[in-house]
């Protein structure tokens, strides 16, 4: 069982920076893959980014690459998610997630354990 903790949302206006912090229960690092998704109002879940469990392979979402880049803390048991160039089309709840495998966040769009999400919102 693994219980994940999200922070650092917000709201912003268009073109600022943020960083979102996902702190795990539980080592994380070589047992589960960690990412995000986020979820607009009447639009379907979307892959953000998620690192392998080694930690040796990041992957990103198209309409995020360039912009968001996804980082982990072995130490503190916490990845972050550190934003730029925020769009209004980055408005959402963003939710943390872990699974054993990477592919379930990359074609799936789905995860084992869930945080229970933190609001995004960006500003024109």
């Known amino acids: 069982q693994v219980t994940l903790v999200e922070s650092g949302g917000g709201s912003v206006q268009s073109g600022a920076s943020m960083t979102l912090s996902c702190t795990a229960s539980i080592r994380t690092r070589g047992a589960y893959a960690m990412g995000w998704f986020r979820q607009a109002p009447g639009k379907e879940r979307e892959f953000v980014a998620a690192?392998?469990?080694?930690?040796?392979?990041?992957h990103y979402g198209d309409s995020v690459k360039g912009r968001f880049t996804l980082s982990d803390d072995d130490a503190k048991n916490t990845v972050y998610l550190q934003m730029k160039s925020l769009k209004p089309e980055d408005t959402a709840v963003y939710y943390c997630a872990a699974d054993t495998r990477i592919t379930s966040f990359i074609y799936s769009s789905s995860a084992t354990y869930w945080g229970q999400g933190t609001q995004v919102t960006v500003s024109s």
């Open positions: 690192i392998s469990s080694s930690r040796g392979s990041t």
